[in-house]
DNA sequence: GGTCAATTATTGACACGTCAACTAATATAA
DNA sequence: TTATATTAGTTGACGTGTCAATAATTGACC
């Protein structure tokens, strides 16, 4: 029972270790944050969508999607407007140079998930996921 | 193939969102964060230590922990003495009630813990962290 | 002994996240 | 129609992480 909790503690440890120690590197090896290239993917494929749209998608709190969207606009990879029909809400979209940028990150996140799952075989791929699918869902229940 | 890169990207996607939700869940239960626990539970296990040593063990920047110790020793939990052998180094330990406070928080952590992996089985446990470890030592490695 | 290198700890600048307070626009209900 | 509630987005305060620069101390070599 006792070693039965040091265990469970162990688990839920390495997880936090885990990706603690693989965004910084994650973030030199693509050049961008893991948020904003999530914001930036979901723009790719949403063409145009609401701020509100995009926070939920992303599930980042609303302050800093509108201080991501504020920097990449300034970058030049994104353009936002109002709808004229509802002043509250703004669109959000991707410039063409954006799209190219985006795709390019994309690349890279492939060449770097690929680098570190390259030792696991299909069936050791598909158990991790259906594994933290189920912790991600406790997790959400609580 | 493509098919393949796509799976491979959603387990890292599932673990560092999974991380993030948990994160917060985690404070909230516990009262305390996952890194100040962490630098407590060392100082627990260790006695006396110094900041540096200290640093190795938890894993976070140098810079974080001088402030997260300048924190705790303001709040009474923890006392830091220069070595006198050599001034560089200032040893750091937990006050009584530090220690107690510690305790109090590791419990909450178990708890919340054993909810999280509740229906999970042993066999399904220790090939989690199994996997887990493989992920992490190829994150390491990079 | 004096200069230079290495080591520890601290501090500042910055990135990113949360929460709470605020503004502006719209919907709803008296 | 006017007052109230709701909603989207912005901003400020704050916590926590990184990296880079600095201060203070010690060790090593001339």
């Known amino acids: 029972m006792e070693r039965n909790g040091?265990?469970?503690e162990l688990i839920i440890q390495r997880m936090f270790e885990l990706t603690k120690r693989a965004?910084?590197?994650f973030e030199r090896c693509t050049g961008i944050s893991q948020?904003?290239?999530e914001i930036l993917r979901e723009l790719f494929v949403s063409e145009e969508i609401t701020q509100r749209e995009l926070q939920k998608k992303v599930n980042i709190d609303h302050a800093a999607v509108t201080r991501h969207l504020k920097q990449l606009e300034e970058s030049g990879m994104v353009i936002r407007r109002k709808n004229p029909d509802d002043n509250r809400f703004t669109?959000?979209?991707l410039t063409d140079e954006g799209k190219q940028r985006v795709a390019a990150y994309c690349e890279e996140k492939q060449r770097f998930i690929s680098s570190v799952l390259n030792d696991f075989s299909e069936e050791e791929?598909?158990?991790l996921l259906d594994?933290?699918?189920?912790?991600?869902k406790n997790i959400e229940e609580m």
Do not use: F
């Open 6 to 8: 040091r265990d469970q």
């Open 23 to 25: 965004m910084p590197k």
């Open 35 to 37: 948020s904003r290239l």
């Open 91 to 93: 669109y959000v979209q």
């Open 125 to 127: 791929k598909s158990a």
């Open 131 to 136: 594994l933290l699918t189920r912790l991600q």
